[in-house]
């Protein structure tokens, strides 16, 4: 009965994202970057689970991912998962309020999670600085646009593969 419970098939959902997660961030990051702008699948996965779960399981979600990437990168460690966690309790809290039946406005929401999550990384890490100015302007807005339009494409393939509405 263990097998088919629905909290364990939620649970290995929850794994089988973060796998994906570590095998792309590892192997193939630099690969699908675009002149140094990076595909943050993080924060991308992140908006879908709190679109799709809620706000419990985005922050528990954001919090599993942000400390995940924090061991990657130990300097700041904490500071990934509190931002990712408030991120996914924020996507799922507001979720209702949104109106998110085109992929146009998912987008909108993956672009936002994915530029506050750089900004607020950087803020606390960094400081209000130029270079800060200079990252979140070079770095953070483009690879805010690019994980939107990856993130529209696969919420399209995501809602005409399954049939199910995603919000």
Not at 20 to 26: D, E, R
Not at 37 to 61: N, S
Not at 97 to 124: M, P, Q, T, W
Request: a neutral charge.
């Amino acid at each position: 009965m263990f097998w088919g419970s629905a909290v364990f098939s939620k649970v290995l959902y929850a794994i089988l994202l973060l796998l994906i997660l570590i095998v792309f961030q590892s192997l193939f990051s630099d690969t699908v970057a675009i002149k140094g702008i990076r595909l943050d699948l993080a924060t991308l996965l992140l908006v879908y689970i709190g679109l799709t779960r809620g706000p419990t399981q985005g922050a528990v979600f954001g919090f599993l991912v942000g400390i995940l990437l924090d061991v990657l990168a130990p300097e700041r460690l904490g500071l990934g998962a509190v931002i990712k966690s408030l991120i996914g309790f924020a996507v799922g809290n507001f979720k209702d309020n949104l109106f998110l039946e085109s992929s146009y406005s998912k987008g909108a929401i993956v672009f936002l999670g994915v530029a506050v999550n750089d900004l607020l990384y950087h803020l606390f890490s960094e400081g209000m600085t130029l270079f800060t100015f200079h990252t979140v302007l070079y770095h953070s807005l483009p690879s805010a646009l690019y994980t939107c339009v990856v993130g529209m494409v696969l919420f399209v393939v995501l809602e005409k593969k399954t049939f199910v509405n995603l919000t």
